[in-house]
């Protein structure tokens, strides 16, 4: 393989995902708003986002391929096909994260902007949105991430015997894996490395200027000596913080520059585009609306009558399938878990070595998994096919499952203790509180809301991991890796196999329990964490 | 027993318990918070430092608690070096700091967790509730107290922690003045409770009248970066009332001390 073509393929991808998260944080501050200023519209999206975010990337193949695929046809077909998979790993959590921003800026900013009639655009421009960017900020590591682990689903992907690709460093992987070519696997993930470094390094940035000049934690150090990097192709103005937007409009306002009518004129006007403004959201979240109820009705009109019957009959056995998967995923939950909160503990005490170390695991966990897992799988297949032979296909299964999900509970964890107001920390040194105690009473309990995030994260992930690696065929070379039972295996290899139908119902079967489970279980965590075991509350300053 | 000199009169105070030699803190060699601060406590005194904002009076309470180490200089408990935080010096916080999703029990509990038994710990903790008057409260979760009722929660914790100094940092500062005056009016009483072991209190405050309401002597902080400019004792007997013309005296006396003459 030539080297110009992995760098160009390496800069289709990460384009193709970089601007898929622009995408998915402008409609996000639409639909964002949308929500917190419509009861209804709210209730909808954020059952209707936690319940999407839930399905792994593979559940929505059947629509991609039925609409995109076979609807569109063609290289664009695909490449839209390709761009919605990407997206649909991506775009769930930085909504969610803009909604929460919103929904938590505090009620005086507000006020402030109504008072001095902003309008829709000036408050958007001067509160809403620079209040999100810290959010943003640190959602864009897990979504990108996210990205990177579905790009060898997202940018090839077989049905039958058709094999449908983009132009990307994802297919140059697939490729060289298969063919068992591996210098060209080599330099792929070399280069692929650069780019997720470079990229990394540039979302730390970002997160920590954003961090420091729009957070509310006041003891934030802002690095005014930096002139943030400013492409000239956004006109992004870093100055524009909400303070300085604030103290402009109320000294224009106090300046008594505009008289009564005048400023109803444009009270009157700014109403106006308050309304565009919840025009756009709304039909953003209807196009979406349409385009899944009409993607799932043409995947069910394209499967014969005779064959659904056939498919119902499969649902005890599906479902007892997807009970399987359900212990595959506890086990990799809890090893997260227990990894992640030593290891987030290990550098919350040890802070030189958390310095250093934490881009490296950043870096790390947005190298996408699957990337790499062909060379892991083809360096131990044959020992651990010695070795354990009953538990080779599930430690696989596990490893590849962990590699794409640890990150998610770890930095839940690691933002939460970062987040312990310093009293509390001193109250464990002053008073000597023993570990257990200090992680059982205090520490697990003050970071209990960033840990249910997380580890909702993580279990959402842990199904797209198993959705990877329960059927990978020609994994490395000709051999296939594949469990003996697990509903998604079932999806990939009906997809594989262009059984399309029971791909779809073992999708929708699927969606179904995963957004029952979210409501009763998630929704019932998330709820206590916040009514309960919010640090934040316990300090008490007038 | 030791003697110490004040303001010309000489009298004899008890044990030393608490004291730091020549402690220094700096952020880095060009920003020396402050230097040469030598401080003692003696048995059943409550010591006030007082000084502009800026001189780093939070700063030097943590290194008096060895939460922060010092750049310089050596801390003693009862002659001991302290070379780590310890629970025989307690810190009351100015941001009044209890977990929220623990009772007001279980709060004051959490120091004594595999330390003594757990009805042991009930027992004692039951009692300092008692001591700082929220019998009835165990159950309550902060949530659903008012401020002063959580500071009391506060010192309630640090008193079960059986301390020989407890290191006030503005502890009424987050009240308001009705709630933080009666508290005030309690504190010295609590503190030096036969009940609990402690034996002297450092409170750090910006309140000149609360500091000659309870101190009885106090450090004057002051420059850059900054030092003890002043000792002065508090001469008066309790219950202080401010209505005395001589606790004003000693108010101005203070005022006079942290604000330079061109700026009255």
């Known amino acids: ?542 | 027993m030791n003697t110490q000199v004040f303001n010309g009169s000489s009298e004899t105070l008890g044990e030393v318990q608490l004291e730091c030699k020549d402690l220094a803190y700096s952020y880095s060699s060009s920003h020396v918070i402050f230097k040469d601060i030598n401080i003692k406590t003696y048995t059943d005194e409550l010591v006030a430092i007082v000084g502009p904002s800026g001189t780093g009076k939070s700063t030097l309470i943590r290194v008096l608690a060895n939460l922060i180490p010092p750049t310089a200089g050596h801390v003693f408990l009862n002659g001991i070096e302290v070379k780590a935080p310890s629970s025989q010096i307690s810190l009351v916080h100015q941001s009044i700091a209890t977990f929220p999703w623990m009772t007001a029990l279980d709060n004051v509990k959490i120091v004594l967790r595999n330390k003594v038994k757990d009805d042991e710990a009930t027992e004692i903790a039951k009692k300092m509730i008692t001591l700082v008057g929220l019998q009835g409260h165990e159950d309550n979760y902060p949530k659903e107290m008012s401020g002063g009722m959580r500071q009391r929660i506060a010192i309630a914790r640090a008193l079960a922690a059986s301390p020989t100094i407890m290191l006030m940092d503005e502890p009424f500062v987050h009240l308001d003045e009705l709630t933080a005056n009666s508290l005030r009016s309690e504190i010295y009483s609590i503190v030096f409770n036969p009940e609990n072991d402690l034996k002297s209190v450092i409170l750090v405050s910006h309140n000149l009248h609360e500091v000659v309401q309870l101190a009885d002597r106090v450090y004057v902080m002051g420059g850059t970066p900054a030092q003890i400019i002043n000792e002065i004792k508090i001469d008066l007997p309790r219950p202080r009332s401010e209505e005395e013309p001589i606790f004003y005296e000693y108010v101005k006396m203070l005022y006079n001390d942290l604000i330079p003459k061109e700026s009255r």
Not at chain 1, 25 to 32: D, E, M, T
Not at chain 1, 123 to 151: E, G, H, N, T
Request: glycine share 8%.
């Open chain 1, 1 to 542: 393989m030539e080297l110009d073509t992995i760098a160009l393929a390496t800069l289709a991808s990460l384009g193709r995902v970089m601007a898929l998260i622009l995408v998915s944080i402008v409609s996000g501050w639409f639909l964002s708003y949308v929500a917190i200023k419509s009861r209804k519209f709210e209730n909808i999206y954020i059952s209707f986002v936690n319940i999407f975010e839930s399905i792994p990337v593979i559940g929505f193949l059947p629509i991609v391929l039925v609409v995109f695929i076979s609807g569109l046809g063609g290289t664009l077909g695909v490449e839209v096909a390709a761009d919605f998979l990407v997206f649909d790993a991506i775009v769930w959590n930085i909504w969610i994260g803009q909604y929460q921003a919103f929904k938590t800026i505090p009620q005086p900013l507000i006020e402030v902007s109504e008072n001095y009639g902003f309008g829709w655009w000036g408050k958007m421009k001067s509160l809403y949105i620079p209040f999100s960017y810290p959010r943003v900020s640190s959602d864009i590591f897990p979504s990108f991430a996210d990205a990177l682990f579905y790009i060898m689903i997202s940018e090839v992907f077989s049905v039958g015997i058709t094999a449908y690709k983009v132009f990307g460093i994802g297919t140059l992987i697939v490729q060289a894996t298969s063919a068992g070519d591996l210098n060209s696997v080599y330099e792929c993930l070399g280069v692929l490395a650069i780019g997720v470094v470079l990229i990394t390094l540039a979302f730390s940035n970002f997160s920590k200027y954003a961090v420091a000049k729009y957070g509310l934690n006041t003891s934030t150090e802002i690095k005014r000596h930096v002139r943030y990097w400013r492409p000239h192709i956004i006109r992004w103005r870093p100055t524009a913080s909400p303070t300085f937007q604030f103290a402009r409009y109320t000294t224009k306002m106090r300046a008594g520059r505009e008289n009564i009518q005048s400023a109803m004129t444009k009270v009157r006007a700014s109403h106006s585009f308050e309304r565009t403004g919840k025009y756009i959201g709304t039909a953003i979240a209807w196009l979406f609306l349409i385009f899944i109820g009409y993607s799932s009705i043409q995947v069910m009109l394209s499967v014969p009558h005779s064959q659904w019957i056939n498919y119902f009959a499969q649902t005890p056995n599906l479902l007892y399938q997807m009970g399987i998967d359900y212990i595959r995923v506890l086990v990799v939950t809890v090893v997260s878990f227990v990894f992640a909160i030593s290891l987030g503990y290990y550098l919350t005490v040890h802070k030189r070595i958390s310095i250093a170390s934490l881009p490296i695991i950043q870096t790390i966990s947005a190298f996408p998994a699957p990337a790499y897992f062909p060379l892991v799988f083809a360096a131990t297949a044959s020992f651990l096919a010695h070795t354990i032979p009953f538990a080779e296909t599930e430690i696989f299964v596990m490893i590849l499952c962990f590699l794409g999900t640890f990150y998610y509970v770890f930095f839940g964890f690691w933002v939460g203790v970062r987040a312990i107001p310093v009293e509390f920390l001193e109250l464990t040194q002053n008073y000597k509180i023993g570990f257990f105690t200090k992680m059982r009473r205090i520490i697990i309990p003050a970071t209990f809301p960033y840990l249910v995030t997380g580890l909702s994260s993580t279990i959402n992930s842990a199904w797209g991991g198993l959705a990877v690696a329960e059927y990978w065929p020609n994994i490395f070379g000709n051999q296939t890796l594949q469990v003996h039972t697990g509903m998604m295996k079932i999806i990939s290899a009906g997809l594989v196999n262009g059984n399309i139908g029971l791909a779809a119902w073992a999708s929708l079967l699927f969606a179904i329990v995963v957004g029952v489970y979210s409501i009763v279980f998630t929704r019932n965590l998330m709820d206590l964490a916040r009514k309960k075991y919010v640090i934040e509350e316990g300090i008490y300053a007038a």
